[in-house]
């Protein structure tokens, strides 16, 4: 077993990776926090909380000692990439991803899974791929921009602190999370 000295813990990925997934099971066998970016940010009806309000709300999610964060959200990464540790990239092949959020929908409306404040996602809303509520219509124009935008963003001088465990496909980042302590 390999024991991390990180306790503040940050991880992206485009839409349907498995960030909060992992997040989540990291932050369990951790004992850390789990704070899911997505939780903060939407209100009843898929409101969204606000570039404000959600920095705010992330603002006093991350003053625990510990914990780890799962999301991509431009507008909280001032916050959790200056008090993280490490950042954890799941940075799969697009197919895997695609498949993953296929399934992933699929289950969530077929079980009227509610995800936060009484949201649930829906078939048509996921069929519309022009509309920027569908989430395959989110992973087709943001995989490749954050496939660019991330290694730079990780070479700035302000996040020259942050270790970066770069995940290149699920087999891997569950090897890790098997071996972790």
């Not at 813990?9 to 349907?16: A, H, L, N, P, Y």
């Not at 989430?135 to 660019?148: C, E, Q």
């Amino acid at each position: 077993m390999e024991t991390i000295p990180y306790k503040k813990i940050v991880v992206i990925g485009t839409t349907g990776s498995g960030k909060s997934t992992l997040a989540e099971r990291l932050a369990n066998k951790l004992g850390l926090d789990f704070i899911e970016l997505d939780a903060l940010n939407w209100g009843p009806n898929w409101t969204p909380a606000g570039g404000e309000v959600l920095r705010a709300r992330v603002e006093a999610a991350t003053r625990s000692p510990g914990w780890v964060v799962a999301g991509n959200y431009s507008a909280t990464r001032p916050v959790t990439w200056s008090r993280a540790d490490a950042i954890i990239w799941l940075d799969y092949s697009l197919w895997v991803i695609f498949w993953r959020l296929v399934r992933r929908t699929w289950q969530r409306i077929v079980y009227k899974e509610e995800l936060w404040n009484g949201n649930r996602e829906n078939v048509w809303t996921q069929l519309k791929l022009w509309s920027e509520d569908s989430l395959f219509h989110w992973l087709f124009i943001t995989y490749w921009r954050r496939k660019w935008e991330y290694p730079q963003l990780f070479a700035m001088p302000e996040h020259a602190h942050l270790y970066i465990f770069h995940f290149t496909n699920p087999k891997q980042a569950q090897t890790w999370l098997n071996k972790t302590v």
